[in-house]
């Protein structure tokens, strides 16, 4: 079975720094990779997506993702940080043979410092 | 245009009550979920709708969960003798078209739900 897993349960960068939050899944063929961010009392929001090609994905507000598949990991990152971007962020993964649901890794939340 | 809307927002209840959980898909999507965040959990899938049919129960966690959807719309979750275990956000969620794991799915706010 698909699994998903965020190393990193919470994050503090200071504003204006570079940010990497780390995502490993399991899966033995190339999956659907998502990042969610999840504001406080709001909705999950999709940043990106990865299907397939060009394993640099480029999403909104200024977030990248890398599909590395050696490492089967699919690392989100910003070079330079927003204090409006502390949220908790959510890394996923879609397998048509697995039906259409979305495996969530357990998410981390990141924390902004002026 | 709307997006996905969930009520009640927030739901507080007693141990052993009965709980409905609306969600109101972005109008058109044909896929319908549901997911459960509960604290220190990531997100788990509960029940997959295409149309007003459930092919994916599978997260389910116990036959007191149960879902139902109504003209291709509105979705409802019914909790059935809730557990203190159950409190978490229910989070509800529509895509367009059909099957696909790589269709973006859209999330509601969700609706917290507490029992006591």
């Known amino acids: 079975a698909q699994s998903v897993t965020q190393p990193d349960i919470h994050i503090t960068v200071s504003e204006g720094a570079s940010l990497e939050l780390r995502c490993n899944y399991s899966?033995?063929?190339?999956?659907?990779l998502f990042w969610y961010v999840q504001s406080p009392g709001q909705g999950l929001q999709l940043l990106l997506k990865y299907f397939s090609g060009d394993t640099l994905v480029q999403g909104i507000k200024g977030f990248e993702a890398e599909f590395k598949r050696s490492q089967s990991s699919f690392n989100l990152r910003k070079p330079s940080v927003h204090w409006s971007d502390a949220a908790e962020y959510f890394c996923?993964?879609?397998?048509?043979?697995?039906?259409?649901?979305?495996?969530f890794g357990a998410g981390t939340i990141l924390r902004v410092k002026s | 245009g709307a997006g996905v809307s969930q009520s009640p927002s927030n739901k507080v209840t007693e141990k052993g009550k009965d709980v409905e959980l609306r969600c109101d898909p972005i109008?058109?999507?044909?896929?319908l979920y549901w997911y459960r965040q509960s604290l220190g959990q990531g997100l788990e899938f509960l029940i997959y709708f295409q149309g007003n049919s459930a092919p994916d129960k599978s997260g389910l966690p116990s036959d007191r969960f149960s879902a139902e959807r109504t003209g291709g719309s509105v979705s409802t979750l019914t909790i059935q003798r809730t557990q203190q275990e159950d409190s978490a956000v229910y989070l509800c969620a529509s895509s367009p078209s059909g099957a696909g794991a790589w269709n973006e799915q859209f999330f509601g706010p969700g609706t917290r739900l507490t029992v006591l």
């Open positions: 109008s058109g999507h044909t896929a």
């Open positions: 899966y033995g063929a190339t999956p659907y």
């Open positions: 996923a993964v879609g397998a048509s043979e697995y039906g259409n649901k979305l495996v």
